[in-house]
């Protein structure tokens, strides 16, 4: 399979991930398709360290799945916590607590 096809794959999957953010207003949902973002940007790393024949590529693909991991973790974490002291989970609505 060529390169560009797993580019094509990987700008549908951007833009998916893109949109959600846009258009939804849970923090969960805007998480996961956060997440959707960095996996798609994680394939074309790949496709094009495969393409280039080194693996350079794959070592940042590989980062990048790290700090996805922590944004997760800390994303999750304050779900949870929003969620236990029955605060808004609603993105407009929680963004009126700044001060």
């Known amino acids: 399979m060529s390169t560009e096809w797993y580019l094509v794959l990987s700008a549908l999957l951007f833009s998916t991930g893109a949109v959600g953010v846009l258009i939804r207003r849970s923090p969960l949902v805007i ?11 994680n394939l074309a790393l790949l496709a094009f360290s495969r393409a280039h024949g080194n693996a350079d590529g794959q070592v940042f693909a590989l980062v990048v ?6 944004e997760v973790v800390v994303g999750l ?6 969620y236990r002291r029955n605060l808004p989970l609603d993105v407009d609505e929680a963004r009126v607590l700044r001060k």
Do not use: Q
Request: aromatic share 0%.
């Open 31 to 41: 998480l996961l398709c956060l997440e959707l973002m960095l996996n798609s940007s």
């Open 77 to 82: 974490g304050l779900i949870v916590a929003m």
């Open 65 to 70: 799945m790290v700090v996805a991991a922590c």
